[in-house]
């Protein structure tokens, strides 16, 4: 319980790419870590998955709750218990080649002791493909 005598969680969001450089045309899977380090059980928390706009996301996979393909990725994990971890994973498929940026926020309806690591990015490094296409 926070000082004021509300219940109180703080939300610490990680996120991750493998691989991290991968070829045009190539798959990649995000990993998205939602956990909360108390003191309280948090309710009604949320992630919102910004993919990148040059990545198509394939399949969404989360621990618990619900979540949408479509763009954000946005899922509801419900109440998340002290020292609880929910994760998101999404597999996408980059569209060109480049670095792309991809930013995750997550929040929560109970009072959060910090909300600094509420958000988490990384990036995907995209190579051109540079084999030939034979068609014909």
């Known amino acids: 319980v926070s000082p004021s005598g509300r219940p109180a969680a703080n939300l610490v969001v990680t996120k991750r790419v493998t691989p991290k450089v991968i070829t045009a045309g190539a798959t990649a899977v995000y990993t998205v870590t939602v956990t909360n380090s108390g003191p309280d059980a ?5 992630v919102v998955e910004a993919n990148a706009t040059g990545a198509q996301p394939l399949d969404v996979e989360a621990s618990q709750g619900s979540c949408r393909r479509a763009r954000p990725i946005a899922r509801t994990t419900g109440p998340l218990r002290k ?32 909300t600094a690591d509420n958000r988490a990015a990384t990036t995907l490094r995209v190579r051109r493909n540079t084999r030939p296409n034979f068609t014909g």
């Open 83 to 114: 020292g609880g971890t929910a994760t998101l994973r999404v597999t996408a498929r980059p569209r060109a080649a480049g670095a792309l940026r991809n930013i995750v926020a997550t929040n929560t309806s109970t009072n959060e002791l910090s």
């Open 42 to 46: 948090a309710e009604d928390v949320t």
